[in-house]
């Protein structure tokens, strides 16, 4: 059972270029989020899906595009790369509503470190 | 949204000490008070939480306490070992209610435990 998987672990753009951050999940979750983390700031939401099509901004959206076409997947796009954007990025899953354990209890990757130059 | 602070930033403790870690909040609809574990290089881990039902939740050597009047809870860890450094984030919130998997973290703690 791989949990969360993202791709690539590490990454170097120039600024004005586009990426996409992958991230794929199997544990069958509903939900799916992106957050990047900069040091002294904590976690920070850029955007979360509640399920198949559906998505939503967090608290720092612009600058990021995401899209689920499927439950597994949820790819962020970086549309074009600014230094601030400079941060590690995790994506994250968690069951959903009416899950036994917890709705809310966050499955993490193991992050994706993205420079712009 | 939620307002969530976390305290201390940093925590240095020798081996074998106690350390705390307080998280306060301020919606009072929130009723799951979890906290993450981060290592070096890692995704945080949820290493142990609490329901708003009860005070009290132990886990061998770490443990989560909740005062839900005050709006704040903490991570408790007991004789602390040098694989309990890394970070350490609280996130409560409303399990029943619209987080939607969408929640706000503390800043973090990066706790240090010296041999």
């Known amino acids: 059972n791989a949990g969360v998987t993202q791709t690539p672990k590490f990454q170097v753009l120039k600024t004005g270029q586009s990426m996409t951050l992958q991230c794929a999940q199997d544990?069958?979750?509903?939900?799916m989020s992106w957050y990047r983390q900069d040091p002294g700031m904590g976690l920070r939401l850029i955007h979360y899906?509640?399920?198949?099509?559906?998505?939503d901004q967090g608290e720092v959206p612009n600058g990021y595009n995401v899209s689920r076409s499927t439950t597994e997947d949820f790819p962020l796009r970086l549309l074009s790369a600014a230094p601030s954007q400079t941060s590690v990025y995790f994506c994250?899953?968690?069951?959903?509503?009416?899950?036994?354990?917890?709705?809310?209890?966050?499955?993490f990757g193991a992050g994706s470190r993205l420079t712009v130059l | 949204g939620e307002n969530v602070e976390q305290h201390p930033s940093t925590l240095s403790v020798q081996e074998g000490d106690s350390a705390v870690i307080k998280c306060t909040y301020s919606d009072s609809a929130s009723n799951y008070f979890p906290w993450y574990k981060q290592e070096l290089g890692k995704g945080p881990q949820l290493i142990i939480d609490i329901r708003s039902n009860v005070g009290e939740k132990k886990d061998q050597r770490i443990a989560v306490t909740l005062n839900k009047t005050a709006k704040h809870f903490s991570l408790h860890i007991t004789e602390t070992q040098p694989e309990d450094s890394a970070v350490y984030f609280c996130a409560p919130h409303s399990e029943g209610g619209t987080s939607y998997g969408k929640l706000t973290f503390g800043q973090g703690t990066i706790l240090t435990v010296h041999p």
């Open positions: 994250a899953s968690s069951p959903g509503q009416g899950a036994a354990g917890g709705a809310n209890v966050l499955t």
């Open positions: 544990m069958n979750h509903e939900y």
């Open positions: 899906s509640v399920g198949a099509g559906i998505t």
